[in-house]
């Protein structure tokens, strides 16, 4: 699976292969058909323990996150920091972020890949939902995939566009809508009533 998911990252899915795959984890070819019933099975795993590499990461950051009070650029960019990562010029983590999105696309057309996408997702919103409340934000689980999807929209439009730091349109975006979709929470907001904002929409 490791081997897969390099060659998923280094080449998209055209580069998973029985053969290739057997050949950078060097085994002979019929491990591959051995323990995976199909090519499509391959991938699907493949896309799992990357994705799950990349969860981890992200679950690090979060983990570091103290919980404060956050003002709304301070929140966008740990919010940034879990959804996209860092603009520095790294050739290694840009292809991460393609090869991200990348799979996505691909479970639309791929039903063995959407139920692993669907997994990936809902820890993902989890982990931002954890962002957000260490951020004293109010967490609306229905507003969570519009925030996502701003970013995704941004970052996709960037790549597309070539553009060096695909993290500042996204951070542009966030900026207009952070402080609605997740707004900051009521100093002295007892319980009920806090609970009450979070099933508001």
């Known amino acids: 699976m490791a081997a897969a998911a390099e060659l998923l990252l280094e080449g998209g899915f055209d580069a998973v292969r029985h053969r290739s795959v057997a050949s950078r984890a060097d085994l002979p070819l019929a491990s591959t058909t051995y323990y995976f019933e199909s090519l499509e099975d391959l991938i699907a795993r493949a896309v799992e323990f990357s994705g799950a590499i990349e969860l981890d990461a992200m679950r690090r950051r979060v983990g570091e996150v103290s919980h404060r009070r956050r003002g709304t650029e301070a929140t ?9 990562g860092p603009d520095d010029g790294d ?6 972020l393609i090869a991200r999105y990348e ?9 063995e890949l959407r139920e692993v996408q669907l997994r990936l997702r809902t820890q993902l919103e989890e982990l931002l939902a ?8 109010v967490v609306r689980p229905e507003q969570l995939r519009r925030l996502v999807a701003v970013v995704d929209g ?4 960037a790549l597309i566009e070539g553009h060096p730091e695909p993290r500042r349109p996204a951070r542009a975006g966030l ?18 009533q806090a609970e009450r904002v979070r099933q508001l929409d």
Not at 91 to 96: K, P, S, V, Y
Not at 103 to 111: C, F, K, L, N
Not at 130 to 137: E, F, H, K, M, N
Request: net charge negative; proline share 9%; charged share 25%.
């Open 91 to 96: 050739l290694d983590a840009r292809g991460q």
């Open 154 to 157: 941004a970052v996709v439009a």
């Open 103 to 111: 799979r996505s696309v691909a479970s639309a057309r791929h039903p």
């Open 76 to 84: 966008v960019e740990l919010v940034l920091d879990v959804l996209v």
């Open 175 to 192: 900026l207009e809508m952070i402080d609605i979709v997740a707004p900051p929470v009521v100093p002295n907001m007892m319980p009920s």
């Open 130 to 137: 954890d962002v957000l409340r260490r951020s004293d934000r």
